[in-house]
């Protein structure tokens, strides 16, 4: 069930839903090839995908970074570094942009708790913004996972 104006958090949430038994990596890498006329829903669609993948991967963090004209975004699992296909120059704006709304950062950054309700599993993430010249960095800190 769609919620009437949602805010951006319980879109997102709305989003982790929709796409939980989907394969994140495929998800994410069609992205990078076509996405739709609204980059605000592109972008929580990414960030769903992003969050879904590392739940899935048992990782304890995902980074956004761009610096310049590079952006890269990775999930660190506790054996590896996963890359995952990265956003273009406006998606990431867009993601940094659905951040800082959710949690009603400041444009410097900030970091926060952003609590998700995923069915009937509660996720509580650590999110820390830095923003300095020519380099954002977004941090996700993932809770640990049990088996």
Not at 1 to 26: G, H, I, V, W
């Amino acid at each position: 069930m769609q919620l009437k104006d949602a805010n951006p958090q319980q879109k997102l949430q709305e989003m982790c839903d929709c796409y939980m038994e989907t394969d994140f990596a495929a998800q994410l890498a069609a992205m990078s090839r076509a996405r739709s006329e609204d980059p605000r829903e592109d972008a929580v669609k990414y960030l769903a995908l992003a969050i879904m993948y590392g739940v899935t991967e048992k990782a304890r963090k995902a980074t956004f970074e761009k610096k310049g004209d590079e952006i890269r975004v990775r999930l660190k699992t506790a054996d590896e570094k996963i890359e995952l296909p990265p956003p273009d120059a406006d998606l990431f704006e867009a993601v940094r942009g659905l951040i800082f709304d959710i949690l009603h950062l400041e444009k410097e950054g900030g970091d926060s708790p952003l609590a998700l309700g995923l069915r009937t599993n509660p996720l509580e993430l650590q999110v820390k913004v830095k923003e300095k010249k020519d380099k954002t960095s977004l941090k996700i800190k993932f809770p640990e996972l049990g088996d």
